[in-house]
Every structure is written in structure tokens, then in C-alpha cells.
């Protein structure tokens, strides 16, 4: 395969916004990485070059039926000034397995994570300072092979961007307030809601902004055939403590295995917690509320690490939980996850994978 990654540098730097003012993805830094793949030649030119527009034929395969993947992880700078990525090996992972699922050709991982790790080092200067900023890393697969024909295309691209980023939480972490969506669903046991491709996402949106004028920040996905287990919550996992116990929707097939649910898992069981997988109904979950024993929930993914859910609406219903405020569980995840990912605790499990 290709052994070789030629780097073309921006002569151009852009100017960086300031590090109280990221937000989420509205800056791209001043490099991107690239390759191409074909049928005939397999994946070939890999390069770092300039960040800006690409060519893409309008009958590009991937306009129209949607054949994309994505990722998404971040970069830290630790107290030493090291550079760290967390966990990269399970996002590349990941991208292969919704590679395959999407009919689209696998990447190497290792010279992948050897080309992200030459990127961020290239854009060092755009790793925001600020406890809670980071930098961002999208790589993500087209199909780009001019054809209309419904297939898989012969021609694809890989890319990997980078954004400085700011906290999820600008004012710090804070519950919010989730709908129980019992109209629309997110995915189906054998659709692709278990791997990360652009159309899960597009047939979110509807539900998230009708959510959003309801005035709720996320939607409780279910599950798709009985609208009545519970999946995800927005593009986070979910977890409920209910009477001293901690509960997660198996991964059934229709649910994202998320790198930070994975992580509180560990942790979780490090810290003696019984930690359970399994399907849970919205019932059940409504039910122990009204006994109190709905102790915490919240949800899990890169962006905002941990998200402490304050109320959830379904229908009429609505129940507080942990009394609207932030549990301690939830506090106390968010803040080791966020102390491990910045390399301010010891990495007993391995998860830091140094850039330099
Ligand atoms: C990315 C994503 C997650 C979280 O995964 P992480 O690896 O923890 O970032 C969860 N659910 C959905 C639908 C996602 O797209």
C-alpha cells in the first residue's frame, strides 16, 4: 500500500480565533490530510496539503446515495506539553467496521493514525489553550466515483480535518432537559445506526428541531419497531442509575458503540459499580422514577464527554432527575474522563496515545 505521505505546506497561515470564543466546529485549521482510493490501485496519494474546497464531479456518487463515514475524536495537550489523542485506535477501528457496513473499502489504521498524528502535529499552534478546549479531529470517506447507478462506487476519498473546539458546556457541565421522541426513530435493528454514516444524522434532524421548538436541548431515541426501548439519547449513549446500579442499552445493532461509553464502563466497573447492558423500556425508567430510584442519568460522546439529563418529557409526563442538578456519578465521570484525556491522572489502562 502506500508507504509514502507527501506534505505540501500552506504558505498562507490563517489568523486563530480566540480560545474563549471556539464553539463547536466553526474553524478548520490551516492543513488537511487527503488520500484516493480505486478499485484498480487501492488507496494511493496520501498527502498533507493546504485546508480548502475539493473538486467533486456533481454526479459524485456519494450526493447522491449517501456513501460516507465519519469519525470523531480529539487532541490534548497535557500539562507536559506532550500532544494525546484518547483512545484513537478504537475510533479507527470503528471506521473500518463502518467501512464494511457501508460497502466502502478499509483503511490501514496504523498508517492512518501515523497520518492524523503527523496532521496535528503540523497544526500544533491550533490546539486551543483553555482547561476545557481541545482540538478536534474529523476524519471522514466519500464516494466519489462519477456514476448514478445504485452501487457501491469504485472511486472514494479520505480526509481528515482538524477544529479548535471550546467546552460543550461554555458555563460548565449543566443537565438539560430530553424529549421522549415517540414518532420518529434513529435507526432499526439491520439498518446502519450502529456505525457512523451521514444518513442517521439527516433523518435526525427533524426530530431534534422539533424538540428544540418544544424547548428541549436533545431527543430520548427508541427503538424502532416497538417505540419503546430506549437507544441513545441525541448522537450520545445513555446510561440511568437506578437504586445503586448502573444500566445501558445493549448494543443490539441499531446503537452506536460510543469510545467514551466504552470508557465509563471501565471506570465504572474499576470503581465497584455493577454495571449492566441490557434493554431497558422507558416505562421501566418512568416506572422507577415514581418509586425513586431513578437516581442519575446522563449521556456519552467525544463532544461533550459526559451529559448530565436533568428532566426527561414523555408525552404529559416529565420527571426530575437528581433533582435537576448534576449527579455526583456524573460529576465525578466527567471530571476523570476529561483529568485521563489531558493526561492529569495515571493512564492505568492505556488509553493515551502520544502524538509527541
Ligand atoms: C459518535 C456517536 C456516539 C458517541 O461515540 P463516542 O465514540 O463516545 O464519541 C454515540 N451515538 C451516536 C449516534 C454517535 O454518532
Not at 507527501?6 to 480565533?17: F, M
Not at 482510493?37 to 474546497?53: L, Q, S
Not at 470508557?263 to 425508567?285: A, C, H, K, M, N
Request: with cysteine; proline share 5%; aromatic share 10%.
Amino acid at each position: 500500500m502506500m508507504s509514502e505521505l507527501k506534505i505540501n505546506l500552506s504558505d498562507n497561515r490563517k489568523d486563530k480565533p480566540a480560545s474563549d470564543k471556539l464553539g463547536f466546529g466553526k474553524y478548520f485549521t490551516d492543513h488537511m490530510f487527503i488520500m484516493d482510493y480505486t478499485d484498480e490501485n487501492g488507496w494511493h496519494d496520501a498527502r498533507i496539503v493546504p485546508y480548502g474546497p475539493i473538486a467533486l464531479d456533481p454526479s459524485a456518487m456519494v450526493l447522491h446515495y449517501g456513501q460516507e463515514v465519519f469519525e470523531g475524536m480529539k487532541a490534548y495537550r497535557t500539562p507536559q506539553e506532550e500532544i494525546v489523542m484518547f483512545r484513537p485506535d478504537m475510533n479507527l477501528q470503528r471506521l473500518n467496521n463502518s467501512c464494511e457496513r457501508m460497502s466502502m473499502p478499509q483503511v490501514d489504521t496504523q498508517f492512518v493514525l501515523e497520518a492524523i498524528a503527523k496532521l496535528v502535529e503540523i497544526d500544533q499552534e491550533w490546539i486551543p489553550d483553555g482547561e476545557e478546549n481541545a482540538l478536534y479531529i474529523r476524519p471522514f470517506m466519500i464516494a466519489t466515483e462519477p456514476a448514478l447507478g445504485v452501487r457501491a462506487s469504485k472511486e472514494y476519498k479520505f480526509m481528515v480535518i482538524l477544529s479548535p473546539v471550546g467546552a460543550y458546556y461554555p458555563e460548565g457541565i449543566h443537565p438539560v432537559s430530553i424529549y421522549v421522541e415517540q414518532q420518529f426513530v434513529r435507526a432499526v435493528r439491520g439498518g446502519t445506526g450502529e456505525v457512523k454514516t451521514s444518513g442517521n444524522y439527516a433523518s435526525g434532524i427533524k426530530a431534534q428541531e422539533v424538540a428544540k421548538t418544544k424547548g428541549f436541548s436533545q431527543v430520548l431515541w427508541l427503538d424502532g419497531k416497538e417505540h419503546k426501548y430506549i437507544e441513545e439519547v441525541g448522537s450520545m449513549n445513555v446510561f440511568f442509575k437506578v437504586n445503586g446500579e448502573i444500566i445501558t442499552p445493549a448494543l443490539t445493532g441499531s446503537i452506536l458503540p460510543g469510545v467514551t461509553r466504552d470508557s465509563v464502563i471501565t471506570l465504572l466497573q474499576d470503581w465497584g459499580y455493577p454495571v449492566i447492558e441490557r434493554v431497558i423500556s422507558v416505562e421501566e425508567l418512568f416506572e422507577a422514577s415514581a418509586q425513586g430510584l431513578l437516581e442519575e442519568a446522563f449521556g456519552t460522546g467525544t463532544a461533550a464527554v459526559i451529559s448530565p439529563i436533568g428532566s426527561l418529557s414523555l408525552g404529559d409526563l416529565n420527571i426530575e432527575i437528581s433533582g435537576g442538578k448534576t449527579g455526583e456519578l456524573s460529576q465525578r465521570l466527567y471530571d476523570t474522563i476529561t483529568a485521563l484525556q489531558r493526561g492529569q491522572l495515571e493512564d492505568s489502562h492505556n488509553w493515551a496515545f502520544k502524538v509527541k
